[in-house]
């Protein structure tokens, strides 16, 4: 019987104090709610920790990326290779396990603790499509 782990990993682009509850884009109702998503393992969440850009980064920008088992594989935007990402320990009590990995938490939390990764660390996790990948030439590789 799989119980409760007592902390979670929660993975983004931007450094907080305080997690928020926020509205997901996901592909379906469970990965589009408006809530905290997090995972189990450190590995499954660092792709949401790179900072994966829009291209152009502006309002009509776009970017893309899929994820599974660790893996990030970048459709459309830019990974600054010299950037930096964070991970966020939390405590699992207000989580709730939504399907095979992801748990979710409707409610405010504080990070246990905050680790800052970077890019370069986890580059070899990341596939880019040719088209992402010109763009990362285009800005990065001049």
């Avoid at 119980?3 to 996901?26: C, F, N, R, T, W």
């Avoid at 964070?86 to 504080?110: G, L, N, P």
């Avoid at 905050?114 to 001049?142: G, Q």
Wanted: hydrophobic share 35%; glycine share 6%; aromatic share 12%.
């Amino acid at each position: 019987m799989n119980e409760k782990p007592l902390y979670l990993y929660h993975g983004s682009q931007y450094k907080l104090d305080i997690l928020v509850p926020q509205q997901a884009g996901g592909a379906s109702e469970l990965e589009s709610m408006q809530a905290i998503y997090a995972a189990e393992t450190m590995d499954e969440v660092i792709p949401f920790a790179l900072p994966i850009r829009w291209y152009p980064d502006s309002p009509e920008g776009k970017r893309a990326f899929e994820c599974e088992n660790g893996r990030t594989n970048l459709l459309y935007g830019s990974l600054n290779p010299d950037g930096t990402g964070y991970v966020y320990k939390v405590k699992s009590d207000t989580f709730v396990k939504i399907d095979a990995w992801q748990w979710v938490s409707k409610v405010t939390c504080v990070p246990v603790e905050v680790m800052e990764i970077r890019v370069k660390d986890y580059l070899h996790t990341v596939e880019f499509s040719e088209e992402a990948e010109a763009i990362n030439k285009r800005l990065y590789r001049n």
